[in-house]
């Protein structure tokens, strides 16, 4: 199965900044990699698919980039409402495989 | 478009369950359908897939011939079947929709039932 391995694991940032958040496959997926949202309690949102497609009603301050092996997800001038944990998933092939994951909270 | 499970409760380790995940809002029978897990205060886990119309499946390793899905689009309806269940099945699971036949992203998902399996 296709490992990603997502960095930091958690992440301390105000309002305003700009977080980057990194995705390594450990093997080339091609641009098959999508980003997710999570807020406790609530089921995860689709914010980015096929890398770096935005998709409908994401705010434009949400932008992923990369291919093959190295993804990454940047949030431009953070807002209250993105406190939240976030997910890569490979869909190249089965099993479909998530990262472990980046939580961002509040400094 | 909406996607509602149920199904979820407390059952013995060996135990079985159905869940079902019940779609409006879009035309079911032509996406693909897949499950992801979460258990407690962790990561998200693909499950399985079936495709748009039933012709394929895949699982995570872990629960292959234990775990089936299927699904009824006259009923807007996706299934998970889980037999022997342990205490590594404890988890949220998600019913999620895929845009394409069955192999792509997850564009939504429901809201989640709790299974827990415990003695």
């Known amino acids: 199965a296709i490992q990603l391995t997502q960095s930091p694991s958690s992440l301390s940032a105000s309002v305003g900044d700009t977080v980057t958040i990194t995705c390594r496959a450990s093997q080339g997926i091609g641009s098959a990699l999508a980003w997710y949202q999570q807020k406790p309690g609530k089921a995860p949102k689709l914010l980015i698919y096929?890398?770096?497609n935005l998709d409908s009603g994401v705010p434009s301050r949400f932008s992923g980039s990369g291919s093959g092996t190295d993804f990454t997800l940047t949030i431009s001038s953070l807002q209250p409402e993105d406190f939240a944990t976030y997910y890569c998933?490979?869909?190249?092939?089965?099993?479909?495989?998530f990262g472990g994951g980046t939580k961002v909270d509040i400094k | 478009v909406q996607l509602v499970e149920s199904g979820g409760g407390v059952v013995q380790p060996g135990s079985s369950l159905r869940l079902s995940c019940v779609a409006s809002g879009f035309t079911f029978s032509t996406y693909g359908m897949h499950w992801v897990r979460q258990a407690p205060g962790k990561g998200l886990e693909w499950v399985g897939v079936?495709?748009?119309?039933?012709?394929?499946?895949y699982y995570l390793d872990s629960v292959k011939g234990r775990f089936a899905i299927s699904r009824d689009n006259s009923k807007k309806t996706v299934y998970l079947q889980m037999n022997n269940l342990g205490a590594g099945d404890s988890a949220v699971y998600y019913c999620a929709r895929d845009p394409g036949s069955g192999n792509f992203f997850h564009d939504y998902y429901g809201q989640g039932t709790l299974v827990t399996v415990s003695s």
């Open positions: 079936i495709w748009f119309d039933g012709s394929k499946t």
């Open positions: 096929h890398a770096s």
């Open positions: 998933q490979q869909f190249n092939n089965y099993p479909q495989t």
